[in-house]
């Protein structure tokens, strides 16, 4: 049995900089605490070598020159936390969510997928720094050693089975994390690494600080052993940003919303998964006018801002952090949020990644990602409702169809239609008449004799009646609101031009509802 | 276009429409063969939309066959079109296996089409006969069909004697061909004619094969 525990280094700094990379080289501390009391809670190496130290107050630590200030922020932390987890989810199956910026495993047998421990340790680490964490991983035969091994050394760290105890002796005893009164009890005794705790005679130890003396005294010695806490794997994939200024334009957005993409693709792929469907919502910064209530007496009573949401889904899930973001791009340009966006979510529905079988005699189709892009593009020209496929539906109405979204799905292309395997290739459908269809249908005057069209005038042409055949009568929908009757006529009309005469088949409806005749469209 | 559309689509391969006024007809389409799931139509309401969605699909590649229908777009705003917009296209579709076709009133590739097409409509089939053009109609006799002439204008082909699209077997020694088409109802009768034969053929061999 092997364990492998991961360490993140100043946590809370790290859950912050994961969003700003470029406070990595720049002195940083995090401020919490009741408003306006804020205290310096956190602080990385270049903030330490300026002199802030933790418990400093804010107005304190802003007299240092050129220091980042921020509030802490525990979702940007929860989500730190989400997907420190999702890294260990990607190598082993039994990970326990030790502690916020800690997490343990078990790793035994899996030398075999993934290789030696080294390169397990390797892996993690990498995969954590795609979702923007730098880590410390340690491996070794007892959960509490591999924990003290990696908070005390970037790693990876392995330690030999049965050597636990020497690699833990020279550390400090702050690493095991005992109680204040302990470490206090511990101080004054003159304890400072474990190798010292470790030489005590645990029955006077029991007697004097109790159980965690002992259980204390069990980890300094290397056989700190326990069952694992296994966590639950969720399926939930949410990311957080507030900005500090709210942002507008788009150029912008889009920039923040490639950085939430890619922390986002990162975990999902680190979980062997794709995207279906991105979910985002926009807090937004309520307008100046806005801002006040007018209508209330206290004039001054600030509204609450408004949010804005916005889904995409794909017929296809996809890990492409570069396609997402030019699909939201082309989304939000066609309906953009009416306000300045103060903080953003996006959370990500997963599904499994669609692997087809290729086959060489199969008619190739669209790629999926690409046609995606391009349908997009399309919609943003011609209207999202105005591109798909058709869908005829069951009813007696002329013209009765619906748009779908169209999906060239490599699976319907394995199974060709039941046509081509009915009939022999050679032999081509029978040609049939083309109908072009006026949408919407164009009024008419019809001049009748005995019941009969013999003239038809519509938008500026006049034509004879060469040939009229009908009426054939149609109703339906009586059942509903939106009862519908017609009586339709198919008209050969002659078009006498200046030179020369010409004629067309066209189709004319009278409505019984509307008591109107009506121009429906003309044979091709 | 429709058979073109349908030969494709029952080929397995996704097919692309841009109709430039919106005036596809769906349940014609699927009645002539066309899987319409296969078909991406495109809904557009004059010529710009659609030739800025045409070019997004072309350069998108991947599709079988792409339509371009300007049939109800006036000839004139179709001739505005500028040359360049053509050899765009045709560069797009180049060493491609995708076919491009337009369908317009009159021709505006020019040099760019590889193969020119005239289709006319010559003659509607009513089940009354001419002399009786303006004889009382039927429920029963709503258009059964037209004839048409379809002339090859302009070929790269040829040289290398191209085939003829007539339907009805018959070759013309000019690049002229004619075909019918024919009306829903019209077809649906011809397919009970055939059946009645082909039960009323084997019925009889049956009886034949039966001892008496």
Known sequence: ?524 | MQSALAMRTQAAEACALVDAQDSFDPVGAQNAGVELSRLLWVRCQGIDPALRSLDLLLHGGGFGLVALDLGDVPAKLVRQVQLNVWFRMRRAVEDTSTVFVVLAQETNAKSCASLVLRVERETTEWSLPKTQAHAEHTLSCLVDGSTHSAEMVRSFLWRKKPLYIDRTGSCEPAGTAHFQLISDKKAEEEELLEVEAASATEASSKRIQSPI
Not at chain 1, 165 to 188: G, H, I, T, W
Not at chain 1, 368 to 387: C, F, K, Q, Y
Not at chain 1, 430 to 441: E, L, M, N
């Open chain 1, 1 to 524: 049995m092997a364990f492998c525990a991961i360490f993140v280094p100043d946590f809370l700094l790290q859950a912050v900089i994961r969003w700003e990379p470029a406070l990595r080289n720049q002195p940083l501390v995090l401020l919490d605490g009741p408003a306006p009391i804020f205290r310096v809670i956190a602080a990385n190496a270049q903030a330490r070598q300026l002199g802030i130290t933790l418990g400093l107050t804010k107005a304190a630590a802003a007299e240092f020159r050129g220091v980042q200030i921020q509030l802490r922020n525990q979702e940007k932390e929860a989500a730190a936390h989400a997907a420190l987890l999702d890294a260990a989810w990607s190598v082993s199956p039994r990970v326990e969510n030790t502690a916020i910026d800690l997490v343990t495993m078990d790793v035994a047998g899996l030398e075999t997928l993934f290789g030696s421990y080294e390169e397990i340790g390797s892996q993690l680490q990498s995969c954590c720094l795609e979702v923007g964490l730098h880590v410390h991983v340690a491996f070794s035969e007892s959960i509490e050693t591999a924990r003290i091994a990696a908070c005390a050394k970037p790693g990876p760290t392995i330690i030999p089975a049965g050597e636990e105890a020497q690699f833990v002796k020279p550390l400090p005893v702050d690493l095991l994390a005992p109680s204040e009164e302990l470490a206090e009890v511990l101080r004054n005794w003159g304890i400072a690494n474990c190798g010292a705790l470790a030489a005590l005679p645990v029955l006077s130890l029991s007697e004097c600080v109790g159980q965690e003396g002992v259980r204390l005294h069990a980890i300094a010695g290397g056989e700190g052993n326990r069952a694992l806490i296994l966590a639950e794997p969720t399926h939930t994939f949410e990311e957080f940003m507030e900005l500090d200024d709210a942002v507008e334009e788009l150029e912008p957005l889009s920039f923040l919303l490639g950085r939430l993409l890619d922390q986002l693709c990162a975990r999902v792929a680190a979980r062997v998964l794709s995207v279906r469907t991105v979910l985002l919502k926009f807090e937004l910064q309520p307008a100046f006018e806005e801002a006040f209530d007018t209508t209330q007496e206290n004039m001054r009573t600030k509204q609450r801002a408004g949010t804005f949401r916005c889904s995409l889904s794909l017929p296809r899930p996809t890990q492409d952090a570069k396609l997402l973001l030019k699909l939201l791009r082309l989304r939000l340009q066609d309906k953009p949020p009416n306000a300045p966006i103060q903080k953003m979510w996006m959370r990500a529905v997963t599904d499994r990644p669609r692997a087809v079988q290729g086959g060489l005699f199969l008619p190739t189709g669209p790629d999926p990602d690409n046609l995606e892009l391009t349908l997009a593009r399309i919609a943003s020209v011609v209207g999202e409702a105005n591109i798909g496929s058709a869908e005829v539906l069951d009813s007696h109405r002329p013209d009765a169809f619906r748009m779908r979204k169209f999906c060239s799905s490599p699976a319907d292309s394995l199974k060709p239609s039941a046509a081509i395997d009915d009939k022999p290739q050679t032999e081509s459908p029978q040609a049939k008449f083309g109908f072009r269809y006026y949408r919407p249908q164009l009024p008419a005057y019809v001049a009748l004799d005995q019941g009969r069209p013999i003239k038809v005038s519509w938008k500026g042409n006049t034509g004879k009646v060469l040939h009229a055949s009908g009426p054939w009568r149609l109703s339906g929908g009586w059942w509903e609101e939106n009862a519908w009757q017609e009586d339709a006529w198919e008209v050969e009309l002659s078009f006498a031009g200046k030179n020369t005469a010409s004629s067309a088949v066209y189709c004319i409806v009278f409505d019984a509802q509307q008591k109107k005749w009506f121009m429906r469209g003309s044979y091709d």
